[in-house]
């Protein structure tokens, strides 16, 4: 039976408050905007905003600038802490023009702060930690003051409605990429480029928060991170310490991920990891993101689920040799945790076609590592599983196992040999795969390793009423015969199948 479980968006998610505000970003950064300018060489004591007389730093010109406005920075690279802690009652966009030419970076701590600021996008920047940066975090957001005080409006809290987009956040010295915590709200993450967090942290630490929205991004490491954590983790460390208990409507969906160098005991994405007594994650969809096997490195599993309620997985494709101590994904509990519980695993394609699935020399590995008792209430259904002509891990002995999936299909999905790609880092003007945006990066790493060929049991044998109503590009998916896996090449998706998209997707919401 599969349980009652949202498959459009994930937990209590308020679509209709998100998809205001993105229209919102869109008419304010048009003819209603009014744009002022920060530059390297700029003056705040001097200067008035204008392209001929720049200010210097975006802290400044935060304070000068009206709802609505755009704030867009030039080139080169500007040094020390960037505060966005303003409100304002519709967003104003902060831009690098031209694109990753300005670089935001610091020496002690976080390069960028959000910590009383409302409506805000910050995009097309390239957001590192100087060397030597000593400090933790490259970016965060945090509700420092809490719903009790509130915004101005008295209907949302202080933190809240903020969107990175088009940036590429990389190159920790200490700690996370980006960490979003303490009771912030209505997050969206878009389009973005991760790479190389520091010592046993994060890309995103989702921590204590609502309304998490993180798509069409890329995740990956270069060697130099042999001992960092998951690429993605949801969980709440802090407990009823600030607004929220127990993170929730997270939705991760429309990403790539790649080349995992971390700890040997981490996922890709992880949901809890704290063991505390209330669900760790409470609402959360995972759907139509690619998870690409390309490493030589161990990870313990693709998908961590621990102490959390109410998770749908669907549309996922994993693929490649992936050594691991479970193919595709981990449900366990830990110190004081609820078992998880509602978890649904639909129209995903797991395939390992070099056959290792299960066979690593780790304590035996499984499909699914779900020990007994630490999982209340699971379901698969309809999923494909392909182990390179050997046969798919049992389970013995686990709560989930390839033996519960309702309706499985076993076959080669026929995708393309990723081992060779190339991680696409940024040296500054160009990316390493020849790639000329984040968008392109993306494009490529789906179009060249996540399409299944013509031929292959993927196509056409979805369940309509599980699928996505998009693909990890953002096609929509054939109304009576989906496919499997995160991309579709059903319907009107032929149509477009040659330079459809180039660009990073403004806001777009199911």
């Known amino acids: 039976m599969i349980h009652s479980w949202p498959l459009q968006t994930a937990g209590r998610v308020r679509p209709g408050q998100f998809i205001a505000f993105l229209l919102a970003v869109v008419l304010t950064t048009s003819s209603q905007a009014a744009d002022f300018h920060v530059a390297v060489g700029g003056s705040d004591s001097g200067g008035d905003g204008s392209i001929g007389n720049p200010w210097a730093t975006i802290d400044f010109a ?77 970016i965060q957001v945090q509700d420092l003051l809490g719903d009790v005080n509130g915004s101005s409006d008295g209907t949302d809290p ?7 987009r088009d940036n590429i956040i990389h190159t920790s010295t200490n700690n996370d990429l980006l960490k979003v915590n303490n009771g912030a709200e209505n997050i969206l993450i878009q389009g973005n480029l991760f790479y190389d967090q520091s010592g046993s942290d994060e890309h995103l630490d989702i921590n204590s928060v609502i309304g998490v929205t993180i798509e069409d991004n890329v995740f990956f490491n270069t060697a130099a991170r042999p001992d960092t954590s998951s690429y993605i983790v949801v969980k709440d460390s802090n407990g009823s310490s600030d607004t929220v208990q127990g993170s929730q409507d997270i939705t991760i969906r429309r990403n790539v991920f790649l080349n995992w ?21 409470d609402g959360a969809l995972v759907e139509n993101n690619l998870m ?73 590995v ?13 379901t698969l259904f309809g999923n494909l599983y392909f182990n390179g002509g050997n046969a798919i891990p049992p389970d013995d002995g686990q709560a ?45 790493l789906v179009n060249d390793y996540g399409i299944p060929a013509s031929g292959s049991p993927a196509i056409d044998a979805g369940e309509p009423s599980l699928s996505s109503r998009e693909d990890i590009r953002g096609w929509p998916r054939g109304l009576t015969l989906p496919d499997l896996g995160a991309v579709e090449t059903n319907g009107l998706n032929r149509l477009f199948a040659d330079g459809f998209e180039t660009e990073s997707p403004q806001g777009r919401m199911p």
Do not use: C
């Open 400 to 444: 989930v196992g390839f033996a519960d999936d309702g309706a499985p299909l076993v076959g080669d999905p026929l995708l393309p040999d990723n081992a060779t790609l190339i991680p696409p880092t940024w040296n500054g003007s160009a990316f390493a795969d020849g790639s000329t945006s984040i968008r392109e990066v993306f494009l490529r």
């Open 292 to 364: 690409l096997g390309n490493s030589p490195d161990l990870m313990r599993t693709a998908l961590t689920i621990q102490g959390s309620n109410d998770i749908g997985v669907r549309n996922n494709t994993v693929v490649g040799d992936l050594p691991s101590r479970s193919f595709a994904a981990r449900l366990i509990t830990g110190g004081s945790n609820l078992p998880n519980a509602n978890l649904v695993f639909t129209q995903n394609l797991w395939s390992d076609p070099t056959g290792t699935m299960g066979t690593e020399a780790f304590n035996g």
């Open 261 to 281: 160098n971390g700890n040997a005991g981490q996922s890709f994405i992880r949901f809890g990891e704290d063991g505390t007594a209330f669900y760790e994650t």
């Open 158 to 164: 202080v933190v809240s409605w903020i969107v990175f």
């Open 62 to 138: 935060i304070d000068q600038v009206s709802a609505g406005d755009r704030i867009l920075v030039g080139p080169g690279t500007y040094n020390g802490r960037t505060r966005l802690d303003r409100e304002f009652d519709s967003p104003v966009t902060i831009r690098a023009e031209p694109r990753y030419q300005a670089k935001l970076q610091h020496d002690d701590g976080a390069a960028i702060v959000v910590f009383t600021g409302r409506n805000l996008v910050v995009e097309g920047f390239e957001v590192t930690h100087a060397p030597g940066n000593n400090g933790a975090l490259v």
């Open 366 to 378: 499984d499909l699914f590592d779900a020990p007994p008792g630490q999982t209340t209430s699971a």
